[in-house]
């Protein structure tokens, strides 16, 4: 009976080992995200409201140029935007009457890579 040799060749385990550690030495930054949680002044969640960020408070009160395109709120009220800019944000707010001009309309620091910045904006 023929014994077959288990013994992984040097040059395997070496580059194995190798590109075990490369791999823990790189670091992939993630562009920062904002996640907007849209609440009525009881902090019951809105659902199919529609949210639009912006650079500048001029875009965001003629409600032109959004940085990406207006998105719904999910059932829970929550909306996402990814792959945004380290920069602090203006939001705007509508379901039928009800907004959020009078209320929160800015991101309250600068967005951070690698973070989701989380953000609740009531509506009345």
Same mark, same amino acid.
Not at 9 to 34: E, G, H, M, N, W
Not at 71 to 77: P, S, V
Not at 79 to 92: A, D, H, P, Q, S
């Given at each position: 009976?023929?014994?077959? +040799?288990?013994?992984?060749?040097?040059?395997?385990?070496?580059?194995?080992?190798?590109?075990?550690?490369? +791999?823990?030495?790189? %670091?992939?930054?993630?562009?920062? +995200?904002?996640?907007?949680?849209?609440?009525?002044?009881?902090?019951?969640?809105?659902?199919?409201?529609?949210?639009?960020?912006?650079?500048?408070?001029?875009?965001?009160?003629? %409600?032109?140029?959004?940085?990406?395109?207006? %998105?719904?709120?999910?059932?829970?009220?929550?909306?996402?935007?990814?792959?945004?800019?380290?920069?602090?944000?203006?939001?705007?707010?509508? &379901?039928? &009457?009800?907004?959020?001009?009078?209320?929160?309309?800015?991101?309250?620091?600068?967005? &951070?890579?690698?973070?989701?910045? &989380?953000?609740?904006?009531?509506?009345?």
């Amino acid at each position: 009976m023929r014994m077959i +040799s288990t013994r992984i060749p040097f040059y395997v385990a070496f580059l194995t080992t190798f590109v075990l550690l490369l +791999s823990s030495c790189i %670091k992939i930054d993630v562009p920062p +995200s904002i996640e907007i949680h849209v609440v009525d002044e009881f902090s019951n969640p809105i659902d199919q409201a529609f949210v639009g960020i912006f650079q500048n408070v001029d875009e965001w009160g003629m %409600k032109e140029n959004p940085v990406q395109a207006w %998105k719904k709120t999910q059932e829970d009220g929550t909306v996402i935007f990814v792959e945004l800019l380290e920069m602090n944000y203006y939001v705007v707010v509508e &379901k039928g &009457k009800l907004n959020n001009l009078r209320n929160e309309i800015r991101t309250t620091e600068v967005l &951070k890579e690698n973070r989701i910045t &989380k953000l609740v904006i009531h509506i009345d």
